[in-house]
């Protein structure tokens, strides 16, 4: 069960004793009734609230008193004090139960406390009784002024508004209890601002209180609000704050020209479009308010003129829509009129004003003039060289009319690609241009009067390469696959793309196929994704890096120009080991050959150096084999197989005389037969006769040698006798013998072997004959 009891009475009669003597208002009463025995759960309750006045003095200030039943004197009892500010703001008497206050209470900063008392055995420190709450309220005070948190403020109406028109609401806050007395009661008031301004003194909302303010006479006023509590009765706090109220423009003044008539003088060579004067009616409104426009409501021949306003300056700018004459009309007459673009029905009055403009017109001598300020021309960019790809024209608006010619400013053509006649202004093609290096080509051409080459005028000429298909679609980028060994038939390996350096109207469209040798390729395929890419798919799932460690894929790629072009890409698919997620590991053989952690390069080095070792050592064995052979014939009967080297010179002339070498000669001239050493004899093998060469008949025995060997099938030609003196037979050309040909009658020339070089000079001297040759 939950007690409040308010003690208004009893407060309220302390508040007066306290008013009256000026000392601190306490609260000290203990009520110690409206107990409710209970002795089955608690034996003691005392009121549960105490209300208690702020206050600012130094000394402790007694807030009230606990009690319990238990108190009989015989039980040692002591008093707990628990909860907000135990200890620190409220100290509790632990023998008599009385609560102190110990330090300054502020009921903005709090203003209420809940706070638990329980009663408890001295020596034990056993509770007696269960806790019990209870509320310590802080009782308000006027000890806070009022305030504009929101100040200094700011705020504007419009010029000539009418009275009573609300300006704008101020409001201020007081930290003190709203609900208790008038300590947050406010009033407004105007310190300063009148007679301009009021203000409501209880919804503070300032109104105008002048009629005819007047933005032009004075723009911002400067008002002091001051807000008052306690209802504004004496003694009240306050405070103030400013507002600054800035009145806005209306439209209500029209605007004027300075000068009723204005001259002009403007010379003949004025381009069109140029400024050729300014006028202007100034405005004493502001912003919007103050713009006007202009126009030309009369005149002769107002279609010559045209004026346009300057957003910046508020001027109106005469410009020409038409070229000056001076030999045709002199001067010009002009009716000009400037009105306020925002108009107030209301105001009733003419919000525009008029001036009269005479312009007189300047005689000079003009430069030539192009038929349009800029040209646009285009051209092909396989043009061939003096194509014409337009013509500029210009003329001299003078009366004179003199005669122009036509230049290219260099200046904007470095590459000297195009070239001008200066006659006629027509643009021809120097080099071939190519329009994926540049589309635009911005040139200027220059016009010059032949009789007065200081009149020079200037065109643009921009001169569009159109495109032509001359470029192949290639790959976008140098692409390189992995394909996994565990990969499945259909798996996408790579997504390949194209580009043109062209660009055709009708866009891009490429076409993939592979080259006719690769149509039946068993290993990948190709499949068109509709974007102008392809995938490239593998056909089966049997790749191993031991078989083929990288493919080549040859990729033709056509464009859809006019003629279409092609260009053939190969894409690289290398054979990787990947994981179960196919993520790529090893793409390199190397880990399957070499698990030692060895390079291919490393084997392939061990390998070479292994086998050079071998031919060393077998060229080293051959070689002591050969050294060990006797170089004596031990078998006399077997000539043919042992052949004898020796370096001892021969006998010349006496070795020739000793032996018929004619025996040695081609055998086709002794018995018409020439033996072929390429094919086997067609005889059987004849048994050799016993016996040996005893006689002295070397060649009765080389004879019978060479016939057993030549009709021995089983016996290969150990023995080959080379002949080079037979020169052939049944030649078309005859002999290339020069010997006998300085004997005979033959009247060839060989002075042309002297032009053959240096090689040949003592050869054509050797067979030139003169005719002192001749005679000897």
């Given at each position: 069960?939950?007690?409040?009891?308010?003690?208004?009475?009893?407060?309220?009669?302390?508040?007066?004793?306290?008013?009256?003597?000026?000392?601190?208002?306490?609260?000290?009463?203990?009520?110690?009734?409206?107990?409710?025995?209970?002795?089955?759960?608690?034996?003691?309750?005392?009121?549960?609230?105490?209300?208690?006045?702020?206050?600012?003095?130094?000394?402790?200030?007694?807030?009230?008193?606990?009690?319990?039943?238990?108190?009989?004197?015989?039980?040692?009892?002591?008093?707990?004090?628990?909860?907000?500010?135990?200890?620190?703001?409220?100290?509790?008497?632990?023998?008599?139960?009385?609560?102190?206050?110990?330090?300054?209470?502020?009921?903005?900063?709090?203003?209420?406390?809940?706070?638990?008392?329980?009663?408890?055995?001295?020596?034990?420190?056993?509770?007696?009784?269960?806790?019990?709450?209870?509320?310590?309220?802080?009782?308000?005070?006027?000890?806070?002024?009022?305030?504009?948190?929101?100040?200094?403020?700011?705020?504007?109406?419009?010029?000539?508004?009418?009275?009573?028109?609300?300006?704008?609401?101020?409001?201020?806050?007081?930290?003190?209890?709203?609900?208790?007395?008038?300590?947050?009661?406010?009033?407004?008031?105007?310190?300063?601002?009148?007679?301009?301004?009021?203000?409501?003194?209880?919804?503070?909302?300032?109104?105008?209180?002048?009629?005819?303010?007047?933005?032009?006479?004075?723009?911002?006023?400067?008002?002091?609000?001051?807000?008052?509590?306690?209802?504004?009765?004496?003694?009240?706090?306050?405070?103030?704050?400013?507002?600054?109220?800035?009145?806005?423009?209306?439209?209500?003044?029209?605007?004027?020209?300075?000068?009723?008539?204005?001259?002009?003088?403007?010379p003949e060579e004025l381009g069109i479009g140029q400024p050729g004067g300014k006028v202007k009616a100034n405005d004493r409104d502001i912003g919007e308010n103050a713009k006007s426009t202009y126009n030309i409501i009369d005149g002769d021949e107002k279609d010559v003129f045209e004026i346009t306003t300057d957003a910046q300056t508020q001027e109106g700018i005469l410009r020409l829509k038409k070229p000056l004459n001076f030999e045709t009309k002199k001067s010009y007459t002009l009716k000009v009129e400037a009105a306020n673009i925002r108009f107030d029905p209301n105001s009733g009055a003419p919000f525009k004003d008029t001036a009269t403009v005479?312009?007189?017109?300047?005689?000079?001598?003009?430069?030539?003039?192009?038929?349009?300020?800029?040209?646009?021309?285009?051209?092909?960019?396989?043009?061939?060289?003096?194509?014409?790809?337009?013509?500029?024209?210009?003329?001299?608006?003078?009366?004179?009319?003199?005669?122009?010619?036509?230049?290219?400013?260099?200046?904007?053509?470095?590459?000297?690609?195009?070239?001008?006649?200066?006659?006629?202004?027509?643009?021809?093609?120097?080099?071939?241009?190519?329009?994926?290096?540049?589309?635009?080509?911005?040139?200027?051409?220059?016009?010059?009067?032949?009789?007065?080459?200081?009149?020079?005028?200037?065109?643009?000429?921009?001169?569009?390469?159109?495109?032509?298909?001359?470029?192949?679609?290639?790959?976008?980028?140098?692409?390189?696959?992995?394909?996994?060994?565990?990969?499945?038939?259909?798996?996408?390996?790579?997504?390949?793309?194209?580009?043109?350096?062209?660009?055709?109207?009708?866009?891009?469209?490429?076409?993939?196929?592979?080259?006719?040798?690769?149509?039946?390729?068993?290993?990948?395929?190709?499949?068109?994704?509709?974007?102008?890419?392809?995938?490239?798919?593998?056909?089966?799932?049997?790749?191993?890096?031991?078989?083929?460690?990288?493919?080549?894929?040859?990729?033709?790629?056509?464009?859809?120009?006019?003629?279409?072009?092609?260009?053939?890409?190969?894409?690289?698919?290398?054979?990787?080991?990947?994981?179960?997620?196919?993520?790529?590991?090893?793409?390199?053989?190397?880990?399957?050959?070499?698990?030692?952690?060895?390079?291919?390069?490393?084997?392939?080095?061990?390998?070479?150096?292994?086998?050079?070792?071998?031919?060393?050592?077998?060229?080293?064995?051959?070689?002591?084999?050969?050294?060990?052979?006797?170089?004596?014939?031990?078998?006399?009967?077997?000539?043919?197989?042992?052949?004898?080297?020796?370096?001892?010179?021969?006998?010349?002339?006496?070795?020739?005389?000793?032996?018929?070498?004619?025996?040695?000669?081609?055998?086709?001239?002794?018995?018409?037969?020439?033996?072929?050493?390429?094919?086997?004899?067609?005889?059987?093998?004849?048994?050799?006769?016993?016996?040996?060469?005893?006689?002295?008949?070397?060649?009765?025995?080389?004879?019978?040698?060479?016939?057993?060997?030549?009709?021995?099938?089983?016996?290969?030609?150990?023995?080959?006798?080379?002949?080079?003196?037979?020169?052939?037979?049944?030649?078309?050309?005859?002999?290339?013998?020069?010997?006998?040909?300085?004997?005979?009658?033959?009247?060839?020339?060989?002075?042309?072997?002297?032009?053959?070089?240096?090689?040949?000079?003592?050869?054509?001297?050797l067979y030139s004959v003169g005719e002192s040759d001749k005679e000897t």
């Open positions: 069960v939950t007690f409040v009891y308010h003690l208004r009475e009893s407060y309220a009669d302390r508040r007066s004793k306290s008013l009256q003597t000026g000392s601190t208002a306490l609260l000290r009463g203990l009520v110690e009734g409206q107990r409710i025995l209970s002795r089955a759960k608690r034996g003691w309750v005392w009121n549960q609230m105490f209300v208690l006045e702020e206050f600012s003095g130094p000394d402790p200030i007694l807030v009230g008193r606990l009690h319990t039943d238990l108190d009989v004197g015989s039980t040692p009892i002591k008093y707990v004090l628990a909860g907000e500010g135990a200890g620190t703001i409220f100290a509790i008497n632990e023998i008599t139960g009385d609560i102190h206050a110990m330090k300054r209470l502020d009921r903005e900063e709090k203003a209420e406390y809940t706070l638990t008392a329980q009663v408890t055995n001295r020596d034990t420190d056993q509770p007696l009784e269960p806790p019990s709450e209870f509320i310590i309220k802080v009782q308000d005070i006027n000890d806070n002024p009022p305030q504009f948190v929101e100040g200094p403020y700011r705020a504007s109406v419009p010029e000539m508004s009418q009275v009573g028109t609300s300006v704008t609401r101020v409001t201020a806050t007081d930290a003190d209890d709203p609900v208790y007395g008038n300590s947050a009661k406010l009033v407004y008031s105007i310190l300063e601002g009148q007679p301009y301004f009021s203000i409501d003194p209880n919804t503070a909302i300032i109104k105008i209180a002048l009629h005819g303010m007047d933005r032009e006479m004075r723009e911002e006023y400067l008002v002091v609000i001051q807000a008052k509590d306690m209802g504004g009765h004496m003694g009240g706090l306050s405070g103030t704050t400013t507002v600054t109220v800035t009145l806005t423009d209306v439209n209500d003044n029209p605007p004027k020209f300075s000068k009723s008539k204005q001259n002009f003088v403007i005479k312009i007189a017109v300047e005689d000079s001598d003009e430069p030539p003039v192009f038929s349009k300020p800029t040209f646009v021309l285009q051209v092909d960019e396989n043009a061939p060289i003096n194509t014409v790809i337009g013509t500029v024209t210009a003329r001299d608006p003078d009366v004179t009319g003199s005669l122009v010619r036509y230049f290219i400013d260099r200046h904007t053509d470095l590459e000297r690609q195009f070239n001008i006649n200066v006659d006629d202004g027509k643009i021809t093609l120097a080099k071939p241009l190519d329009r994926e290096t540049d589309m635009w080509h911005n040139i200027t051409v220059t016009a010059t009067e032949i009789r007065n080459h200081s009149q020079i005028s200037r065109a643009i000429v921009a001169i569009r390469v159109l495109d032509i298909n001359d470029n192949a679609p290639e790959f976008a980028t140098e692409y390189e696959a992995f394909l996994c060994e565990n990969g499945k038939p259909g798996q996408v390996i790579q997504t390949v793309s194209a580009v043109d350096k062209d660009d055709p109207i009708q866009g891009h469209y490429f076409e993939y196929r592979l080259i006719p040798e690769m149509l039946n390729n068993p290993n990948f395929t190709i499949k068109n994704n509709g974007d102008n890419s392809i995938s490239v798919l593998a056909k089966h799932d049997t790749f191993r890096r031991q078989k083929q460690e990288m493919y080549f894929l040859p990729i033709i790629v056509t464009d859809n120009g006019n003629p279409p072009m092609s260009s053939t890409n190969t894409l690289t698919i290398r054979v990787c080991g990947c994981s179960r997620e196919g993520i790529v590991q090893s793409c390199n053989v190397e880990a399957y050959v070499l698990p030692i952690g060895l390079s291919m390069g490393a084997l392939i080095a061990i390998l070479a150096c292994i086998i050079l070792l071998l031919v060393i050592v077998v060229l080293f064995v051959t070689l002591r084999r050969h050294k060990n052979k006797p170089l004596i014939i031990k078998d006399d009967e077997d000539v043919r197989e042992n052949i004898i080297r020796y370096d001892d010179e021969g006998g010349g002339e006496e070795d020739t005389e000793a032996f018929d070498i004619a025996t040695l000669q081609n055998p086709d001239g002794i018995n018409g037969y020439l033996p072929r050493k390429d094919i086997k004899p067609d005889l059987q093998f004849m048994p050799r006769q016993s016996g040996g060469p005893n006689g002295v008949d070397v060649d009765e025995f080389i004879n019978v040698r060479l016939h057993e060997a030549d009709n021995d099938p089983t016996a290969p030609p150990y023995d080959s006798i080379q002949i080079y003196g037979y020169e052939g037979r049944g030649s078309i050309a005859g002999s290339l013998s020069s010997l006998e040909t300085a004997s005979s009658d033959s009247d060839q020339n060989y002075d042309y072997l002297r032009e053959w070089g240096p090689r040949f000079r003592r050869l054509g001297e």
